[in-house]
Structure formats: C-alpha cells, structure tokens
C-alpha cells in the first residue's frame, strides 16, 4: 500500500524533476517524451517513498475506477480453463487496474445473467470481461453492451462484440500431423456429440489432413460419444474393435484419450507400440500424469485471457476502438505439447 503522507511533489523532488514528469511516468503517459533513464529515477524513487496514486483523486479526473468485471462462466471451478483468470488478472495488474469476479453458470438463464452483468456495472467496472468454459455461440445479456467488452473463448449470437477463441481447426491439423509424421496411414478420430464449433472444426481438419497426405479422410473411422473418459472408452471400443482398427487416434479431448488408454489395454494393445493416441485441451492433471504421458494440444486460455484484458483496457483508455475489432473473431494458436504417446506403427 502506498504511503498516505507521500504526495507527488515529494517524489518529484527526490527524483530531480517536475510533477508533471513524475504524473507522466506514473500514469503510463504514451506521448510523454521522457528517456529510459528518467522513467527508472522517477519509478525508483516512487518505490523508496512508498508513494502509490491516490485511486479516489484518479477516478475524480479520468472517470476511471481502475476495476475490470469478469463474467465466469463455470470456469472459476475449472482447473485447466482457470488458467483464463490467472491470464486476465496478471494482465490487469501489470496495466494497474484490478479484476473483480462474478461465478455463473452456462445453463443459467439470460436474465440471470444479466443481472450478474448489473452486479459489475453497480460497483463502475471500466470494462467487462466475458468468459465462458468451453468455445461456444452465446447470448448476451444487453447490457454488457454498455461499457467496453470483451468475449474470451467465445462469440455472440449477434456478432457485435470483440471475442478471442483458440484455433480449433490448427489444433486438429498440429494432432493429426503428429500421427501423419509418425508414419501412420491408419487413423480414427474420437469425436464429441456436442453441436459446439470445436466438433464440427475438429472433424472438419481431421479429415482435411488426411486428404492432403493422400488418404481418403471421407472414410477414415470417426466415432462420436460424450466428451468423458466414459465416452472416450465406449468410442474407442468400437473403432478399435475393427477388422482394420487404426494405428493412430486423434482424441477430442484428453478425457477421452484416457478413455482410450483404457480400451486399448483391455484389448490387449500398447501404447504407443501398438496404438498412437494424441488428445486436445493439455489437461496438466490428466495429459502430464498419464502412463505415458500423452501428447496433446494445449488451449491457450492464459494467452486467451491476458489478449481480452489488454484489448479491453486499451479500449478503457481509449487507445483502441472494440468496434473495429468485433467483426472477426480474434483465433489464437493450439500448440502441439510433444510427450510419450506417438511412435511409428508396428510392423
């Protein structure tokens, strides 16, 4: 906390320079001319006084409270996709401004979450964060439409708001290309029975790759179940009950890639010396602890997270325009994460 008893002119004076460069530097002025040594004298001097700027007298002047809203939903209670908080909430902290956090449901009706919505605007967020779980089509509630916003790991049915999403059809393309290296020409795909984008994206790479490397991705077995390590089992029994089973399966998720594993070792089949499996979500509790470690593609929520912040308070400050950017949805990359479940097919 800073020292209550400090004002800006102590710091001027122990730094050497006017107010107004010590306003400039502390308040991140971008048009300010002031050189690097400058800024470090100013910022150093601020940290031994224990000055810190009085948020009351700067949300008098800029009508700024320095506090973002973030609309959770469900995944507060989400490990691998919390990882979207702990993105938006070191970004915003690194900007100056704080993040204050509303928990709701996917399933939760409009008005319900429009009055979550309210929740923030009552206590004069700058701006609004929307997160939801999973990469899906939601609707609004209308009033996040009056302050600056930002989708994180969606879009609006309406199509009028800055999103970020993860590239689903790269992130298929990166899992399949990692059995297509390996050398297998005999490849299944586990799909989800979900009608979200990533089903319909996922698939849609899959078989595209497959064409591309000359084989016929029209035929290639695809079963489709539940997006659970049950659904993952249930599926994987059928595609690897074939007489012509794969060598190598691409996984909707890493909870079903576990269902995988199971199949595979109750049919008597080794992974990967009989059977290559590659996930998509890096699950850290499942993909990095499973025997072996699976290969699988990361989402980027951290990344998805610390872009929505900084494109929102750039917006709060009036350095962007959101509007511009809302007619195309930002597409962040799904990095292939190597680990110990590819090898070349046997024989």
Known sequence: MGNRNIGIKDVAVAAGVSVTTVSHVLNDVSYARVSPETRDKV???AEELG???NRLAQALRTQRTGMLGLVSEDIATTPHAG????????AAKARG?????INTSGSASLPSRQ????ALLERRVDGILYATMYHRTVELPANLATV??????????AGNITSVIPDEEGGARAAVGALLEAGHTRIGFLNNTD????????????????????????????????SEVHGGYEAACRILSRADRPTGLFCYNDRMAMGAYRAAAELGLRIPGDLSVVGFDDQELIAANASPGLTTVALPHYEMGAWATEHLIDAVEGKT????????????????VRRDSVAAPQG
Do not use: K, W
């Open 43 to 45: 910022r150093t001097a």
């Open 51 to 53: 000055y810190g700027p």
């Open 83 to 90: 990882r979207i908080i702990l993105g938006a909430d070191e």
């Open 97 to 101: 401004y704080n993040l204050m956090i």
């Open 115 to 118: 009055a979550d919505v309210e």
């Open 148 to 157: 600056p916003s930002v989708l994180v790991d969606s879009v609006s049915t």
């Open 195 to 226: 009608d979200v984008p990533a089903t319909r994206q996922r698939l849609r790479a899959f078989r595209a790759m497959l064409d591309e490397a000359g084989l016929d991705g029209g035929a290639a077995p695809v079963a489709s179940a539940v």
């Open 321 to 336: 325009d959101l509007s511009l950017m809302a007619l195309h949805p930002t597409i962040l990359g799904c990095p292939l």
